[in-house]
Nanobody
Framework: QVQLVESGGGSVQAGGSLRLSCAAS????????MAWFRQAPGKEREGVAG????????YYSDSVKGRFTISQDNAKKTVYLQMNSLKPEDTAMYYC?????????????????WGQGTQVTVSS
């Protein structure tokens, strides 16, 4: 089993920045891909950014490309999401997800492991 714990959410004004962290514990050797998803009230959960923990290759949704950066610290078994130039439409609960193999990283059903989420609120 793998446990994921997110932190770093909060409230910020438009144009501001936040950094989210996702710490993994348990049988982390089984994890080869990690991602960040978000879900706003009344909307479906959407993939934001993903990273191969083996190669370091990163992936981004069009809505955050150029503003968000996903990175990892393998020694700490932690993945980060640096969010810059935040917009009110970025307001959502942000979740960390992980699995050993992912076909389409944007699809939530690809992941077996999820964190509890951390709230990000961006005011205009």
């Amino acid at each position: 089993q793998v446990q994921l714990v997110e932190s770093g959410g909060g409230s910020v004004q438009a144009g501001g920045s936040l950094r989210l962290s996702c710490a993994a514990s348990g049988y982390t050797r089984s994890i080869n891909f990690m991602a960040w998803f978000r879900q706003a009230p009344g909307k479906e959960r959407e993939g934001v950014a993903g990273i191969s923990t083996i190669t370091g290759v990163t992936y981004y949704s069009d809505s955050v490309k150029g503003r968000f950066t996903i990175s990892q610290d393998n020694a700490k078994k932690t993945v980060y999401l640096q969010m810059n130039s935040l917009k009110p439409e970025d307001t959502a609960m942000y979740y960390c997800a992980a699995d050993s193999y992912v076909g389409n990283w944007l699809e939530s059903y690809e992941y077996n492991y999820w964190g509890q989420g951390t709230q990000v609120t961006v005011s205009s």
